[in-house]
């Protein structure tokens, strides 16, 4: 049966690879609601192409730009905006599947409300399980919902893993492979230095700009290590972290005879949204197939955490539980703007990240009140502590 999709974020770098793969199997995927924040030009581009009953963008005057290209053009979209109207497209009973590809804390409310609506789910926005893991998957295991991975990591250790749950008893360990970014030899002197072009040049993914500066401090891989404790329901001990610099395996799962089943391919995204997008079924996804010769040579090495501190910020914040993951995602999201944005140094990303947890006390992730209230308020300290630092020369 042809499968019915809201791509939350259609606009971003995931959005991208997602319409690619869909566009190479009409028969398989059609698109009910695409979804980008201000990019309401490529949304029109979007919409045109692909025809979805309903587009959704920030707010009134982008929804009033994109509407009147759409009707120019004779194309009947709804255009639609704002969080509710997210939370909208993500239940509605148009759709079967979402694909949740927004960027940052803004993906959680609507990925929240496909999992109640009971959707399979296609996570690339790993702040929904960073911020609220266990309010997360008891509202995916309650409603019935499929939950997917897409992040090249999570979808490795997916198709590593039996599929039958109980059967996880056998596994002793996950480990998650990290390229190491751009900074990975750069000397540490250096670091301070780094430019915000510097950081969004990732020497084998092409990815959007916030989790492109995540891989170069490796918050990005402490998130995901957050991540996979949710999803394969392990604790942090079990999940290790390996730099591998070529990014051919993108996971691995070590298993108690000591087997270690691998995922390789080419970094390329398409790979992990067409396993999700088809499974259980193979699809073409344009990717060309890997050639090892090419690769000729696999390295690994141990994670630097003193190079990498945001490393271990996310490692503890797991291991402390409550909301303490939420507060460091919030931090973080804020620290890496201001950074985009010229205002602080690379390296006080990680420095406003750790004051903020320092700053604020833990508790229990009781509800989702409570999470929302530690994100705000991490921001408001990230935004203060900001304040107070001299912008960089
Ligand atoms: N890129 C990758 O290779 C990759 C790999 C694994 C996981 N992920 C995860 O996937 C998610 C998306 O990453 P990305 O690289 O595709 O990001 P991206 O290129 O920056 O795209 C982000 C998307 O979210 C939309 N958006 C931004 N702020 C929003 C808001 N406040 N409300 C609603 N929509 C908003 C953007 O719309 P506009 O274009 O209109 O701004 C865009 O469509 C992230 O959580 C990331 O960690 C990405």
Redesign the pocket.
Known sequence: MQKRLTLL???????DSTLDVVARHPQRFSVYAL?????GD?LVEQCLRFAPEVAVV?DAATAAQVEKKLREAGCRTIVTYGPQA?VDVSKSDGCDTVVA????A??LAPTLAAARAGKRILL????ALVMSGDIFMDAVHDHGAVLLP???EHNAIFQCLPLDAAQHGGVSKIVLTASGGPFRTREPATLVDVTPEEACKHPN?S?????SVDSATMMNKGLEVIEAHYLFDLPGERIEVLIHPQSTIHSMVSYADGSVLAQLGNPD?RTPIAHALAFPDRVDSGVAQLDLTQVATLTFEKPDYQRFPCLALAMKALAEGGVASATLNAANEVAVEAFLNRRIGFMAIAQTVDAVLNALGNTSASSLDVVLEADAAARRAAHTLIDSLPVPA
């Open positions: 974020g259609s606009t971003g770098s995931i959005g979804t980008a924040h201000r990019n490529k920030g997210l590809a927004i960027v940052g803004a993906g690339a926005n790993k702040e897409v992040d090249s993914w990815m959007g700009r916030k989790i995204m």
